[in-house]
C-alpha cells in the first residue's frame, strides 16, 4: 500500500509539521503565514492605486461656506484681526469658488491667490490656520518650513510638506489636490544677506527657490512617509495647481524696514501726534511686497504670494478677551479641569487684570498668557487634586505671590 503523500502548503510548500494551521482549498492549502504575506500584499497594492488615482472612488465632498459664514465661525476663536480674517475667507472662499468651476474651452481661467500672513509672535496666525482647518471639509495641513532644506542636503525636502497633506485625506490624491497648507515659520527661510560667500544658503534661499514651481501649479513627485527622497521609493503625483498655500511667519525686526520706506517723523502744526504714535505701535499694516523682499524673500516667490496681509499686535484690551470670551478662552481650559476633580475655580477681576499686564510687559503675546496662568495656578493643580476641597477662589494677593515664586518673574523686560 503507498504511503499517503503529506500535506504542504501549496505556496510555501512548508509541510504540515511546520506551520500551525494549514486551509484547505479545492486543490491545495495555504498556511497562515502565506495569509498574512497575502493581506499584506492587498494593502499595498489598493493604496499604491489610491496613490496614483485609479479608479476615481475619492471620497472628496466640498463643503464651500461664503467668507461671512467663515469669518463668522473665526470670531468664535480667535479676538480681533478683522482684516486677516476677511482676506483668509475672502481667500478660502474663492478657492472653493475656483474648484467647482466647470470650465469650458474658451472660459477665463481663475487662478489661485496664495496668501502671506505677516504678524508678531503669539497674535494667531497658527491659530486661524487651525480654525480653518476645524471649519473646512477640504484637506488640510500645517507644516513648519524651518525643517527643510535644499535638494540633497541634510533636512526635508519642500515636497514632504504634500506627504502631510496626503496623510491628513488617507493618500486620496484626488481631495489632496484641492487641499490647503498651511506654511508656518516662512520667515525663517528668508535669504540670509547678499554677501557672496563661498558656501550655499540651502536652508535659506534655496528652499524659497524649491517652493517656486509648487505654489505656482506643477505635478510633484511626492515621498509617501516623507523625508529625503531615494531613487529607489515609490512617488506619488500631485498636482498642486488647485492647492491653496497660506504661509505665515513673525517677520522679527520688519518694522524697522517699513519705519524706513515711510515718513514716521513728519513735523508740523497740522501733524495729528496721537495718530502719528498709533502708526508707529503697528507699522505692519503698511506692510507690503518691497519690505518682504527686503527682509529676505526673493521676488520670484513674492510673485506668487499676491495677497499680503498683517496681524494687528495685540493690545490690553484685545488681550483681556482672549482670556475669557473665546470658546477655547483660557481661563475656561482651566475651570473646566478644576471641574474634572470636582473644584469650582473663581478667579478675580483684578487678577485677569494682572495677568494681561504681565503679557504686555514681557511681549510674550497670547501664548505668554498660557505661561502665566500656569505659573499661577500651578501649585493649585498639584496639591488640590484628592484633597476635600471643593472651592477655589484665586485673589490678586495669591497671584502676585505665586507668580513672584516662579521662573517668569526674572525674566529681563527688553
Known amino acids: ?192 544677506g547678499d554677501n557672496p560667500s563661498i558656501t550655499r544658503d540651502v536652508s535659506g534661499e534655496g528652499v524659497q527657490q524649491g517652493l517656486l514651481k509648487m505654489l505656482e501649479g506643477t505635478e510633484v513627485l511626492v515621498p509617501p512617509q516623507g523625508g529625503r527622497k531615494h531613487p529607489e521609493q515609490k512617488m506619488i503625483k500631485v498636482d498642486t495647481k488647485n492647492i491653496l498655500f497660506i504661509c505665515g511667519g513673525a517677520f522679527d525686526g520688519i518694522d524697522k524696514v517699513i519705519a524706513r520706506r515711510i515718513n514716521t517723523n513728519a513735523i508740523g502744526f497740522s501733524v495729528n501726534k496721537d495718530e502719528q504714535e498709533h502708526q508707529r505701535k503697528n507699522l505692519l499694516q503698511f506692510i507690503n511686497a ?53 473644584i469650582a475655580l473663581t478667579i478675580d477681576e483684578a487678577v485677569l487684570d494682572f495677568m494681561v499686564d504681565k503679557a504686555l510687559e514681557y511681549k510674550l503675546g497670547a501664548r505668554g498668557l498660557r505661561s502665566i496662568c500656569e505659573s499661577i495656578l500651578t501649585d493649585a493643580m498639584f496639591e488640590l487634586p484628592g484633597t476635600e476641597t471643593t472651592v477655589l477662589n484665586i485673589t490678586l494677593d495669591y497671584a502676585e505671590s505665586m507668580f513672584s515664586k516662579s521662573k517668569l518673574s526674572v525674566l529681563k523686560v527688553a
Do not use: W
Not at 304 to 312: D, E, G, I, Q, Y
Not at 321 to 333: E, F, R, V, Y
Open 290 to 342: 518691497t519690505d518682504l523682499k527686503s527682509f529676505g524673500l526673493i521676488p520670484e516667490l513674492l510673485g506668487r504670494l499676491p495677497v499680503v496681509t498683517h496681524l494687528n499686535p495685540l493690545d490690553k484690551e484685545t488681550l483681556r478677551s482672549i482670556l475669557t470670551k473665546p470658546k477655547n478662552a483660557l481661563m475656561k481650559q482651566y475651570t473646566r479641569l478644576f471641574e474634572l476633580e470636582g
Open 1 to 192: 500500500m503507498a504511503k499517503q503523500a503529506q500535506l504542504h502548503c501549496s505556496f510555501c510548500g512548508r509541510s504540515r509539521d511546520e506551520v500551525k494551521i494549514l486551509i484547505a482549498g479545492q486543490e491545495g492549502h495555504i498556511c497562515e503565514n502565506c495569509v498574512e504575506h497575502a493581506q499584506e500584499i492587498i494593502v499595498q497594492e489598493l493604496n499604491l492605486k489610491n496613490e496614483a488615482g485609479v479608479g476615481g472612488n475619492s471620497n472628496f465632498k466640498l463643503s464651500v461656506r461664503r467668507p461671512a459664514e467663515i469669518k463668522k465661525f473665526l470670531d468664535e476663536y480667535v479676538i480681533g484681526q478683522d482684516d486677516a480674517k476677511k482676506v483668509l475667507s475672502v481667500a478660502v472662499y474663492n478657492h472653493f469658488k475656483r474648484i467647482v468651476q466647470k470650465v469650458q474651452p474658451d472660459d477665463i481661467e481663475i487662478e489661485k491667490s496664495n496668501i502671506i500672513m505677516v504678524g508678531e509672535t503669539g497674535t494667531g496666525k497658527t491659530l486661524l490656520a487651525k480654525s480653518i482647518a476645524r471649519l473646512l471639509n477640504v484637506p488640510f495641513a500645517i507644516v513648519d518650513a524651518t525643517v527643510f532644506t535644499e535638494a540633497g542636503y541634510v533636512g526635508e525636502d519642500v515636497e514632504s510638506m504634500l506627504t502631510r497633506l496626503l496623510q491628513n485625506c488617507n493618500y486620496d490624491v484626488a481631495s489632496a489636490e484641492r487641499g490647503i497648507v498651511y506654511v508656518d515659520e516662512i520667515d525663517k527661510i528668508a535669504r540670509k
